[in-house]
């Protein structure tokens, strides 16, 4: 079994797609996966297979040019899961076009579900759908108002069976103040019910965003950058209480968290 990452700068001063292998029940040292580590590469999504990953990224899209491009999606791929992964292709129009495109996510019918904040918006960034038709992504289009607003929404996972999405949406209206993840169903006619909160048991007052859930295990995943910091009541002596409070896990930096999650 394999995990695959982002590790990003504290400021995001660089992104780089990361791996770890677990053995014997132990998760091994991270190692930069072979096709990442020189532009900007994040938010990579495998496939249910496991035989292509793709990734947002800034790279040329000529290899020929060392200069960086704005986000497009790419992919890797490999004919087994034992196999190294290929050299980088860009997915191509109709997804990518001049404006950025982040956070692809594959359903099993093959349609990609990704962020786009280019034409065809409902305001600002937005939650786009490729469908995969006749072997080929069709022009994307912005899902319905039941999930995208004038707002910010981004980052969805979207269920393999494309049964219910969870994204984030931007300083909403009745959410905790900053990115809150939401959830919605898939009616039987194949429309979005209206998006709900998932509430202040998963949601802070920071920015929640990078859903994604594991439907074996049903525990959803999350990237957070809540701060339990600045808590005037505690008082330090040495610079070893001062360094493992400005350490702690709930920093204010980029983390990841796990909750477990069912969907009724």
Known sequence: MKFILLCKGFRGEFSTIVQSFLEDGEWKPLSIVSFSGK??????????????????????????????HDYDIWYVERKTIRDTWSNPVNVGAPINTLQDEFYPCI??????????????????????????????????????????SEGYEFNAFVSPDESFII???????????SGDLYISKKRANGSWEHAKNLGTEINSKQMDYCPYVNLNTQELYFTSKRNSLGNREKEFHTIQQLL????????????LYKTSFSIK
């Open 244 to 255: 493992s409070e400005l350490n702690s896990y709930s920093n204010g930096l980029s983390r």
């Open 107 to 148: 359903t099993l019918s093959g349609n990609m579900y990704f962020t786009g904040g280019g034409v065809g918006t409902k305001g600002k960034d937005d939650i786009f759908l490729s469908e995969w038709k006749n072997g080929k992504f069709n022009p994307p289009q912005s899902l319905d108002t039941t999930i995208n």
């Open 39 to 68: 532009y900007d590469d994040l938010e990579p999504f495998l496939s249910q297979d496991g035989l292509r990953l793709y990734f947002a990224s800034n790279r040329p899209s000529d290899n020929n040019s060392d200069t960086i």
């Open 167 to 177: 994204f984030t949406g931007y300083n909403r209206a009745g959410g905790q103040g």
